[in-house]
Nanobody, 126 residues
């Protein structure tokens, strides 16, 4: 499995970005996907996750109402729409995947993920 994250950049506070995570190497629709982020000097944290069908999602409290995760199984891609961005959202964002066919709930926690993308930098200026 290979994951390619893209879409990061520099944006002003209040702005929006859409991250993409392109999946290849296996049947994408069998995999749950999560987005994580790591800011300088901080531990990696879970941001959001989506189950294999796209029917169940999880959001960290810090991003609820501002971020939306979605997936397009026809395009083997997961998206993270980030609105109302804040300086504290500044971090390297990583997507990760794990086999989770028939699992109803999204997979939460980085230790549960087997495959990781390379990360994309998101910088929010104040």
């Amino acid at each position: 499995v290979q994951l390619q994250a893209s879409g990061g950049g520099l944006v002003q506070a209040g702005g929006s970005l859409r991250l993409s995570c392109a999946f290849s190497g296996r049947t994408f629709s069998n995999y749950a996907v999560g987005w994580f982020r790591q800011a300088p000097g901080k531990e990696r944290e879970s941001v959001t996750a989506i189950n294999w069908t796209g029917g169940s999602t999880y959001y960290a409290d810090s991003v609820k109402g501002r971020f939306t995760i979605s997936r397009d199984n026809a395009k083997n891609t997961v998206y993270l729409q980030m609105n109302s961005l804040k300086p504290e959202d500044t971090a390297v964002y990583y997507c990760a995947a794990t086999y989770a066919k028939y699992r109803g709930a999204p997979v939460i926690g980085d230790s549960a993920y087997n495959y990781w993308g390379q990360g994309t930098q998101v910088t929010v200026s104040s």
